[in-house]
């Protein structure tokens, strides 16, 4: 569903989404907090959410001091197929109230999106969406196919065995043709506004499966194209393709098939890293590509690569790209790169980041990681801190730093 509002043209705002989990199943927006008590002006316009169509979780969060309108029993930023189907049906709800709104009111009229913030932001209207403003002679099977894709959001609505929601355009598709099918041939075919509809539904319908086919086949021509274009840049590569090769990267992260990402972006850190060690912008580039599979099982071994193969002059800059990620792993490469960003660009943990040190000093594989946080904690200040810790003098502390590398 597109978004009405904005120069941008999104699917129910997934394109904003920094990361998707594994299964595809979902996608996470960091949407940010507004404040729901105060009127919204030119500059916060539309920052809540696509006032109207929008499912309640791709409304941004509440900040302090206000309340949120829905009723909140889901993640707020958490978008999925069922508030893609939300937004199809009310923006279908809408299209087939749109005489008596309009003329019923000039409120409506004159600005949709302020008649929506003052009127429809809670549980009781925004959901469950019926058509006891529209004429009766719409079928009863059209109204209910309405309500279930706008029902009100409970704990379990993702759920695919909660019969209460929609979960794919499949199920949808059948019971739009059902309702077509059932309903008495002299309200199908003598009144205007019913036939419309189902005309109008239909249409929506087959846009969204056409949308559906060209991305299918965008994604897989996209991706043999971007291969190709790899193949090519690292025959002959040198270090002033850099950007070209960054971008090929990415084209080809975006057009990999679900089951081909993890081997994409392995083939990717493999040329990376044939050289034996990357630079800041060769890891940026991988944590950047990482972003796209944060539900990866594999993480916690790409991020130790990553340290693995880190320059030893950007242990700082690259540790604080990886301390950046989304989500916290429990691995070595991660702990080592917390404890070189807190000891020297935060100044803190230095006890903590201690203890990471006595715990992989022997880890000769991240080597050049443990000899990094080494010297970042070989100084007088943390050395005095470190000797307080352990009950010892500074001498003995020195002494045990002066014994790894």
Not at 40 to 68: H, I, K
Not at 159 to 185: F, G, V, W
Not at 319 to 338: H, N, Q, R, W
Request: aromatic share 12%.
């Amino acid at each position: 569903m597109v978004t009405r509002y904005g120069r941008e043209l999104v699917l129910i705002d997934f394109g904003r989404s920094k990361r998707i989990t594994k299964a595809d199943r979902f996608a996470v927006s960091n949407l940010g907090v507004v404040d729901y008590e105060r009127d919204e002006t030119v500059e916060t316009m539309y920052q809540y959410g696509t006032l109207g169509y929008a499912a309640p979780e791709c409304f941004a969060a509440a900040s302090d001091g206000s309340t949120f309108p829905f009723t909140q029993c889901f993640e707020s930023g958490k978008m999925s197929i069922e508030s893609d189907i939300f937004s199809f049906g009310a923006t279908f709800w809408e299209c087939l109230n749109l005489f008596e709104l309009v003329t019923k009111s000039k409120e409506f009229s004159w600005d949709s999106h302020d008649f929506y913030r003052v009127h429809f932001l809670n549980d009781a209207v925004y959901c469950n969406r019926d058509l006891t403003l529209t004429s009766l002679h719409y079928h009863k099977k059209l109204e209910n196919i309405i309500m279930k894709c706008t029902q009100k959001r409970s704990t379990d609505y993702l759920k695919k065995d909660n019969d209460e929601y929609y979960h794919s355009y499949r199920e949808l598709r059948k019971d739009i043709e059902e309702a077509k099918n059932s309903a008495p041939t002299i309200i199908r075919a003598e009144n205007v506004k019913v036939r419309n509809a189902f005309g109008m539904f239909g249409s929506m319908l087959a846009i969204c499966v056409v949308f559906l086919s060209i991305s299918a086949i965008y994604r897989t021509v996209g991706f043999d194209i971007a291969g190709e274009k790899w193949k090519n840049i690292t025959e002959e590569y040198n270090v002033t393709k850099f950007y070209k090769l960054k971008s090929i990267a990415e084209d080809l992260m975006k057009t990999a098939p679900n089951n081909q990402v993890e081997d994409t972006y392995s083939m990717i850190a493999k040329f990376t890293y044939a050289d034996g060690n990357i630079d800041v912008q060769e890891a940026e580039m991988l944590l950047s590509l990482l972003e796209r599979m944060v539900g990866s099982e594999h993480m916690t071994e790409y991020i130790d690569e990553i340290m693995q193969y880190a320059n030893t002059k950007n242990f700082k800059e690259i540790s604080t790209g990886i301390v950046k990620l989304d989500s916290k792993y429990d691995c070595a490469g991660y702990e080592l790169a917390t404890a070189i960003y807190n000891a020297e660009v935060g100044k803190t943990e230095i006890v903590n980041a201690y203890e990471v040190l006595k715990k992989y000093m022997d880890y000769d594989r991240l080597k050049n990681a443990v000899i990094k946080l080494k010297n970042v904690l070989d100084n007088d200040e943390s050395i005095k801190m470190i000797s307080e810790y352990e009950g010892t003098v500074k001498m003995e502390i020195q002494k045990f730093l002066d014994g790894i590398g």
